[in-house]
Every structure is written in C-alpha cells, then in structure tokens.
C-alpha cells in the first residue's frame, strides 16, 4: 500500500459542507410531460454523472417550492439504491430552472471550497472507497438508504485545493470528450430516425416519384411493397435465465442479456454484459443464441429499450429479439422497434408488471420494401451508424481509461501537484 503524499490532510465531510433532504413531491402531479423534472437516483449512472431517460423522466406539474429547484453544476448524491450500485452515485446537475430535488437524493450545500473543491469531491464520492463506506451506512432489506448524517460523517484524506483542481481537470478532460461525442452520437441517430420515418413511415425515399401508390389491404403502398407481421419477416426469440443455484452455468464464454444492462447504457450498440453463462448454462434453459448484430429490445416491466448486439449472445426471459432477414435489414428493424415504441408498450398486459408476450409483438405491422429501396436505405443510413458504433467504441475506452485513472488521483498515487495543468472553476 503506497504512502500518502506529506501535504495530504484527513478531514470529516461535516465539518466542511451540509448535505440537504430533498422535498417529497406529490405522486398525483407526476406527469409524462412538463416543464420540471423530478430527480431520482434513476438519473445517475452507476459509476457516477447525471443522465437524462428520455421518455421516462417524471415531469411535476403540482406546486413547487423555489428551495427545491436546482441549479446548473449543484452536486447531488444518490441516497436510495433504487438500481443495483446506484448508493452513493454523485452527478452535476447540467442545467438551472429545469430539474427538481427530490428527497431520494441529497444535495450538497455550504461547501468550504477553501478546503474543498466541488467538482474534486464529484469524483471523490464516485471512487469504490467512498461508495463502499457509504453503502455501509445504509439500512433497509429490499431497497438500502442512507442519510444526511451517516455520509457527513465519513472521514477522508485530501489534498491542497490547487492538487484538487488539477485532479478534476485531468479527469474532467475525459468527460468532456465523453460528452462531446455522446452529442455527436445523438445527432447521428436523430438523423437516421428522420430518414426511416421519411421512407418507412412518409413513403418519400428517393425515386418515390415515379411510383404509384396502390390500395391495398393495409392502406396505401408503394408498388412493390408490402405490409407484413414482424413475426413472418424475421426470427423473433425469447430468453432465459439458467439456475442461480448452480455456478457452473455461471461465468462462461457466452455473453448473456439483462434488461439493467441495456437501461444503465442507453446505447445503440452493446459491446458486452454484466453477467456471462456457460455452455451447460445455456442448455439447461430457455436461453437462445442469436447471432451479432440482432436487435434486442426489452419486453417487460421497462419496456422497449432497444439495442442492437455487436457479438453472439443471448438474454434472460425480459427480452424480444429480433434476428433481421433479407426482407427486413438490420437498420430498418432497429428503426422500426424505435418508432413503434409508444405502440408496444400500449400492447402490454400484467397485473404485477407490464409486459408485451411474444405472440402479441409477432402481430405487429411493418412495411417491407422492394429490394431495391431496401439496398438503398442501408447503404445511407449504415454508414451514419457505423459513426455511432464507432464513437460508442472510444467513449468505452476513455471510461476505462478515466476509470483507471481516478483511483490513482483520488488516492495520490499519481501525484499531479507539481505538473503545470490548466484548472478550471464551477460555475
């Protein structure tokens, strides 16, 4: 175990800021739409960062008390494990007048930034140490929490505020990239969003001109098109989950699917999982491989979260796959489940959580092209998501490398109080 550089003090988190409850908003003014977003640990990610959920934050549209709402770069931390991880996950907020402060999260006030640097303790609290001691804190049996007062009283080690400075900027370098091409990322599947609907949805592909459409039995076609069941034009699979009694069907060769893996990436494409099994793993149960680049969309309780595979694997039972065919490619499906998500999860049943079966989804509708316009559209939107796997593929490596990183810093292990780096102020 190294040493501590000499000039490192211990201090106790109480002594030098407040953590602040937030505020019990009401269920009955919780709305899918709005002007504010009510926070919840959902809107962390689980090494730490705030997140948007498109299409699932909560907007309150009741009354609001002024003291609980947010301010761009206030630090928040996660009090309540409401996803396996989540305690002690620390975000900047990125926006002021937007998001609300709700009482699952604590908020960090009076902030001594003579002793303490606000962005150096955003890592600090995202280090495994930290979380951990904060993980300690908690009580509860299905669902852990903490408080206020059991996090102030954590004890740390922590350099001058300049080291501390210069520790965020290295890491914050990383961040920042991550979330320029996390923009670039969104720009590029908003854009092939648009040209799926204007082909699949409005019919105006290029040469739509000079062919009529016809009536038929599903509305208005373009000559040469169809309307099928999804279930007719491509191989639909579900998935399983092997025993968790028994460990050699655990920790094998084969990438293996859970909906949490999907959820906590919110990426287009996933490069691995959470949990693997084994050969035997997978025959006793009702797991199917399915080949690389399928699209895998989840079927239940957080339903139609899409992503598309970049290896072989397969998923436990909260899953639809869709393996694509000749007459529907890998693009179009993916578009396709995109576009039709408010109608999947319409069709969902269940008293204890909602899900759509496999029969129901096998029913839905989508247009299947002549081959021509089918090459066509590949050929344009393929390269654009390329652009996004590739980019997926260098924000993976910046985390790792930044999660290689912060320990190193957070701990003085890699000392960077005599390197010349640029640092910067919250605003």
Known sequence: MHSLPSNWSKIRFSDYFRIKHGYAFKGEYFSSHGEYVVL???????????RRREGKDKFYTGPIPSAYVLKRNDLIVAMTEQ???????????????IFLHNQRLGLITDLDDAVIDKHFLYYLFNTRPIRDRIRATANGAKVRHTSPSRICEISVF????????????????YDDLIENNQRRIRILEDMAQAIYREWFVEFRYPGHEGVELVETGDGRLP??????????????LGGGTPSTTEPEYWDGDITWYSPTDLTGSSSMFMFSSAKSISERGLGKSSARLFPAYSVMMTSRATIGVVAINTCEACTNQGFITCVPSSDVPLYQLYYWVRENTDKIKLLATGATFKEINKTTFRQLPIAVADATTRKAFTEMVGPIDKQVENILRKNANLRQTRDLLLPNLISGELDVADLDIATKELN
């Open 40 to 50: 919840t640990p959902g809107n962390f990610f689980e090494e730490g960062g705030f």
């Open 83 to 97: 996803g396996e991880g989540l305690l002690g996950s620390a975000a900047l907020v990125p926006n002021s007048e």
């Open 158 to 173: 922590v350099p001058s505020v300049e080291t501390q400075r210069k520790i965020a900027a290295v890491l914050s370098a």
């Open 223 to 236: 000559e040469g098109w169809s309307i099928a069941p999804i279930g007719d034009v491509v191989e639909t």
